[in-house]
């Protein structure tokens, strides 16, 4: 059973930084691309980042770059964002999402397992 179990979500003032935490279980997931996605009231579900678990070759959405950071401890199967510079607008339910595959993909309908998502809401 793969579980992906997210935490570090809360309320945070425009500015300011939060960490996310993903920790997976239930199998290796040397094999697996992991990212985080988000979605905001009334909004589709949005690509935020991700990374091969292997390779550690990393892809953001474009307006994620140079704020957020994402990266992982295998020893730990744990994946970290690093959220700075955080505006009203980057509130969402933030989920962690696992795809077998190596191969990028900003489609949460390729992604083949999901945490229960953490709120994170950035007040002006």
């Known amino acids: 059973q793969v579980q992906l179990v997210e935490s570090g979500g809360g309320l945070v003032q425009a500015g300011g930084s939060l960490r996310l935490s993903c920790v997976a279980s239930g199998r290796t997931f040397s094999n697996y691309r992991t990212g985080w996605l988000r979605q905001a009231p009334g909004k589709e579900r949005e690509f935020v980042a991700s990374i091969y678990w292997s390779g550690g070759d990393r892809y953001y959405a474009d307006s994620m770059k140079g704020r957020f950071t994402i990266s992982r401890v295998n020893a730990e199967n744990t994946v970290y964002l690093q959220m700075n510079s955080l505006k009203p607008e980057d509130t969402a339910v933030y989920y962690c999402?696992?795809?077998?595959?190596?191969?990028?993909?900003?489609?949460?309908?390729?992604?083949?397992?999901w945490g229960q998502g953490t709120q994170v809401t950035v007040s002006s």
């Open positions: 999402a696992a795809r077998k595959s190596r191969d990028y993909s900003g489609s949460p309908i390729m992604y083949d397992y």
